[in-house]
């Protein structure tokens, strides 16, 4: 069923659990990704970049992505992830995606409070749940990742933040980035903690891969309530396509056993996911 962001979180606050969001680039990636949710008994987040509706290929995909939402046997919440501009925020509101992210952090605290109220009054117009980000986090949803995070969340913002724009839910910046870390992560445990505790909104983690399982439980038991994860299915996908073509050998490789290939590395790797973060068997 389709579901909205806040309607999860706050399931998944109560339950001390987080709801994985994992990033699809192109059509094939939905099939596996609600397989595994309806595998695992879990509820689930398509994540759709606003950099990656081209690739998905939005206005000709979007009725089947919102139709599977609606007709899946687990909660889904089809979500826009770093919304940067107005035009993809409105395109994610009339296909019928059930939350939107907002990234205004190239903004000043002052324009990225004004702009994140305006949408998310806008989305809660429609029934539609919005995710803020404050403090920047270092990385390209699919790109190069940093060796820190860019600017860690100032935790004196959090709770003005968190009132003055009506968000349901709050990314931050705790030494998480986006694609590959350089170096190992190092999360600021003790300011997610303090963020928490500010924060009356479920809290985000943005850049999951690469972070160990030890740390997203710890993550998740100080209220982390949702992480998005992108980079760690990519890898898997790609091993599984290298060890598929080495075995073939310069042998003949039909286009199904490749799209095969690649469906069941995702959905091995999201239900693996879904086990970490909690999930699995919250449906
Ligand atoms: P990773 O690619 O590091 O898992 O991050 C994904 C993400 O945060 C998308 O918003």
């Known amino acids: 069923m389709l579901v909205t962001l806040k309607d ?9 659990y ?3 969001a994992f990033n699809i680039t192109n059509g094939l990636c939905l099939s596996p990704l609600l397989k595994a949710a309806e595998a695992q008994r879990s509820p689930v987040i398509i994540n759709i970049a606003e950099i990656s509706f081209e690739d998905v290929d939005i206005p000709r995909l979007y009725p089947a992505i919102i ?4 007709e899946a046997t687990v909660p889904v919440v089809v979500n826009l992830d770093h919304g940067l501009t107005e035009k ?3 395109t994610a ?7 939107v992210m907002f990234d205004a952090t190239k903004y000043s605290y002052e324009d990225n409070i004004r ?7 806008m989305a809660h117009s429609v029934g539609v749940s919005l995710e803020g980000e404050l403090g920047v986090i270092g990385g390209s949803e699919a790109g190069e990742g940093v060796a820190v995070a860019a600017n860690y969340t100032d935790l004196r913002k959090v709770r003005p933040y968190v009132d003055a724009t009506g968000v349901d839910a709050l990314a931050v910046s705790i030494g998480n980035v986006h694609g590959f870390y350089k170096g190992e992560p190092d999360l600021q445990f003790d300011l997610l903690a303090d963020i928490a505790a500010a924060s009356a909104v479920p809290l985000v983690l943005h850049g999951g891969s690469g972070i160990s399982d030890d740390d997203f439980r710890k993550a998740v038991s100080l209220g982390i309530c949702k992480i998005n994860f992108y980079t760690g299915s990519s890898v898997s996908v790609f091993h599984a396509l290298n060890a598929y073509m080495k075995e073939l ?6 286009m199904a056993a490749i799209s ?7 959905q091995k790797t999201v239900e693996e996911r879904m086990q970490v973060f909690g999930s699995a068997g919250k449906a």
């Open 8 to 16: 999860v979180l706050e399931r998944a606050k109560r339950g001390n």
């Open 18 to 20: 987080a709801v994985g």
């Open 67 to 70: 139709h599977s939402a609606k």
């Open 88 to 90: 993809a925020l409105m």
């Open 93 to 99: 509101l009339r296909c019928g995606f059930s939350s």
């Open 115 to 121: 702009l994140t109220k305006q949408y998310a009054d």
């Open 249 to 254: 050998n310069d042998g003949y490789a039909d």
């Open 260 to 266: 095969w290939t690649m469906m069941n590395a995702f």
